[in-house]
């Protein structure tokens, strides 16, 4: 690629000040070498003895609730309706894989194919999403390894995200959807969206054109 490749375009940005809680919308967000600034900054610890997780954070994985609730301490009597205590602690950023999620709306138009299903967004809990140029094609694989720059800011695109049980859940009920979850598996390898690392920090923000920086692996916006 000799110049800029044009992938899309910044439709909503979002962060989760504590880990697996609800979503905070953003218009502009001040990017780090950490990740968006304020992202995953706090999560919640099971401080239960004996606990599966004992020490380790409290996931969208054990408590399907988790993440229709914004304040801790709504968390926290998640947690004793279960019998597990937690503790916040705040020196994160607490991230599962890298920094920054990313989703492309055609990759979730697809699944809404396959299942028949309208999907929020905020089920996979992106920072970005991003709205796809009429010619994108590319699947999450293609990306791997590409440089995104998102306005002015480039991202690394470090791996695809497998999917854990979470994107089941309904965002606002929290009721389990098992259907969407086995088609996610069986139709796109359980994979929907890729993580990404800064290579520089700045600001970005909702309109940003989202490209694909000269030099980077390609081709990113392929027909088969």
Not at 148 to 162: D, H, K, Q, R, W
Request: aromatic share 6%; proline share 6%.
């Amino acid at each position: 690629m000799d110049e800029s490749h044009p992938l899309g375009t910044l439709a909503r940005l979002w962060r989760y000040p504590t880990k697996s809680l609800q979503a905070e919308p953003l218009t502009t967000a001040a990017v780090t070498n950490e990740g968006l600034a304020g992202d995953r900054r706090r999560a919640l610890f099971v401080a239960t003895a004996g606990h599966a997780r004992s020490d380790k954070t409290y996931r969208g994985k054990e408590n399907n609730l988790l993440h229709t609730v914004a304040t801790e301490a709504d968390a926290r009597a998640l947690g004793a309706a279960r019998g597990v205590v937690l503790d916040v602690r705040d020196d994160g950023p607490y991230f599962d894989d890298a920094p920054v999620s990313l989703v492309f709306d055609a990759w979730l138009r697809e699944l809404e194919t396959l299942t028949g299903m309208e999907l929020d967004p905020l089920r996979f809990r992106p920072n970005l999403y991003v709205r796809a140029a009429a010619d994108f094609a590319a699947r999450e694989a293609d990306l791997v390894g590409a440089t995104l720059t998102v306005g002015t800011v480039p991202f690394a695109v470090t791996s695809t995200t497998i999917r854990c049980v979470t994107p089941s859940y309904d965002v606002v009920s929290g009721h389990a959807d098992p259907a969407m979850q086995r088609t996610l598996v069986q139709r796109r390898d359980n994979v929907l969206g890729v993580y990404c690392r800064p290579l520089a920090t700045g600001s970005i923000a909702l309109g940003a054109a989202v490209a694909a920086r000269p030099g980077t692996r390609g081709p990113t916006n392929r027909k088969d």
